[in-house]
């Protein structure tokens, strides 16, 4: 399958703990997005990488997020001090690069859903 | 930031039902883009729009992008189960840095009934 990937699919975690999602974009695309999802809302928009480097974050991503794409392959987003409020479906999306076909159009992984109890 | 509308929130139809959804916004949009996203998955990519007036067909399902560039509608003919899911619209800027960073509608439910 060559298609975006994540992992886990599913964490349940206490309030408190910390959370690692890990996600493998499309071999060829260089754009990697992070978006966050909650229960009866569209994606929100919190990251991005072209390559290694992480060119704009959404206010949404308080200090206690952090992302990181070291080889420009995958990426990992850690949430340190998980709050309940952090319980939301954690997507990741990849884009091929600018001016070819399909700029801009995101392809979207399944997901990783986070519950903090 | 843009804020996009979708209308309906819920849509709860039988089977072989046509439906229409809407996206609006009070702003221009640089493009828009459809999603359809089904329970525990990631959207999926339906199409693109980016010129006022234009019409798109996939299928049963036929997209408009409105002459102004601040409304789209999706219609689709002769709703099946398989339709069931979440639809979004989302505007992309067109610009070379900030392409694929998405503004999402609240999303559209969808369900068909057999």
């Known amino acids: 399958d060559t298609g975006v990937s994540q992992d886990p699919r599913h964490k349940i975690t206490k309030r408190g703990q910390n959370v690692t999602f890990r996600c493998d974009p499309i071999s060829e695309h260089n754009r990697l997005y992070w978006y966050r999802q909650t229960l009866g809302q569209g994606p929100e928009f919190l990251t991005y990488?072209?390559?290694?480097?992480?060119?704009?974050k959404s206010r949404l991503l308080s200090d206690r997020f952090s992302a990181e794409r070291p080889k420009g392959s995958f990426s990992t987003l850690e949430i340190q001090r998980t709050e309940q409020g952090d319980s939301a479906m954690y997507l990741c999306a990849s884009s091929p690069r600018s001016g070819g076909p399909n700029t801009g159009e995101l392809f979207f992984g399944e997901g990783s859903r986070l519950t903090v109890l | 930031t843009q804020l996009l509308e979708q209308s309906p929130q819920f849509l709860s139809i039988q089977e072989g039902e046509n439906l229409t959804v809407y996206c609006n916004s009070s702003s221009v949009f640089s493009s828009l883009q459809w999603y359809r996203q089904e329970p525990g998955e990631g959207p999926v990519l339906l199409v693109t729009?980016?010129?006022?007036?234009e019409v798109k067909k996939l299928k049963r399902l036929t997209f408009q992008f409105g002459d102004a560039r601040k409304d789209s509608s999706l219609h689709i003919t002769a709703a099946q189960p398989g339709d069931t899911g979440l639809y979004l619209c989302?505007?992309?800027?067109?610009?070379?840095?900030?392409?694929?960073?998405?503004?999402f509608g609240q999303g559209t439910i969808l369900t068909v009934h057999p």
């Open positions: 990488f072209q390559n290694e480097a992480q060119l704009e």
């Open positions: 989302a505007e992309g800027l067109q610009s070379d840095t900030s392409y694929g960073k998405l503004t």
């Open positions: 729009v980016v010129t006022g007036g």
